[in-house]
């Protein structure tokens, strides 16, 4: 059997997958890849193809369009799939050149910008204040979402939380180094109220350390086990329908936090610093940044030759 043949051997396949997923930090990537490879791996199976490399990518690339899938979710699969080419080609399952071949197959274009979801303020303090707050599930669903809009994490952040993690830094609350997506660490300042939500919620539970989210059962009785990232989810899911709010995920509240700190006057660099992007550009995007002709800030330099 041929190395280029070999990837569909099932030991060696899951020899591969494992050792993709185990370069990977974020939780949400590693399942992520793991369905894109099982999805690539599935079709490459179900009638004979080219060896792997660039003719086989091309032919996975052509079917993902041809499903109809968001160019984001193709550029994803098709980075598993380089990630894929890399291990082989490193362990010696599949000669350099193929896997370079793999590797240079593009990206798909995405044309225009993202609308993306935002709230507005009011709706951002509606939904805050949607949380029966006389409830011990109120009291940790209204921190959970305080946190969430209030400091822009990512659900898998907040569920990993601890009660240690809160520290004092330069006269306020902060998360200090926190690691975000593709393990780069951030220190995320905590507004005053956000903090005063968690220490309700805390108090309220009785909590003296472990994980700060946890499920609440009927009657109030605790889970001693740690949120899921999927109840995070389900939180932000029904207030939003409370509230009467379109379709709603955790990470509209993470666009949100940048909106509203940036029509707040917020510096630009520093919203990327508090979300943790690794650049400025992810941060526009976030932002949903478009060009006001009205007040042009080209208008505003004071150069002084104004009629």
């Known amino acids: 059997m041929s190395k280029a043949l070999a990837l569909a ?4 396949w899951e020899r591969l997958k494992d050792l993709v997923l185990n370069g990977l930090h974020s939780p949400h990537s590693k399942r992520a890849y793991a369905r894109a490879l099982d999805d690539f791996l599935a079709w490459y199976r179900r009638e004979p193809r080219p060896p792997f490399g660039r003719a086989a990518v091309q032919g996975w690339r052509a079917e993902l369009e041809q499903r109809g899938l968001a160019p984001a979710t193709i550029n994803v699969r098709l980075a598993s799939i380089r990630a894929l080419a890399r291990e082989a080609a ?73 009660l240690d993690r809160f520290q004092q830094r330069e006269g306020r609350w902060v998360i200090p180094d926190l690691e975000g997506k593709g393990g780069r660490l951030r220190t995320v300042p905590v507004p005053a109220w956000v903090k005063n939500w968690v220490d309700e919620w805390k108090a309220a539970a009785g909590l003296k350390e472990g994980w700060l989210f946890r499920p609440v059962y009927k009657g109030g009785r605790l889970a001693s086990g740690r949120l899921a ?31 509203l700190c940036r029509a707040a006057g917020g510096d630009l660099e520093q919203i990327q610093l508090l979300l943790g992007h690794a650049s400025i550009e992810t941060t526009e995007r976030y932002l949903g940044t478009r060009q006001n002709l009205s007040q042009a800030v080209n208008d505003l330099m004071g150069i002084g030759f104004d009629n």
């Not at 051997?9 to 060696?12: D, G």
């Not at 609308?115 to 669903?141: F, H, I, M, V, Y």
């Not at 994490?153 to 939380?161: C, F």
């Open 90 to 162: 490193e362990n010696g399952l599949l000669a350099p050149e193929a896997a370079m071949s793999a590797a240079s197959v593009h990206s798909v274009r995405r044309l225009g910008i993202r609308a993306g979801n935002w709230l507005t303020r009011e709706q951002a303090r509606a939904l805050l204040l949607a949380p029966d707050s006389r409830t011990l599930k109120g009291k940790r669903d209204r921190a959970i979402l305080g946190l969430l809009v209030g400091c822009g994490l990512r659900r898998s952040e907040l569920s990993a939380l601890t």
């Open 9 to 12: 051997a099932e030991p060696v």
């Open 229 to 259: 990232e999927r109840a995070v989810w389900s939180v932000v899911d029904q207030y939003a329908a409370q509230t009467g709010l379109a379709k709603l995920a955790p990470h509209d509240l993470r666009r949100t936090c940048a909106k």
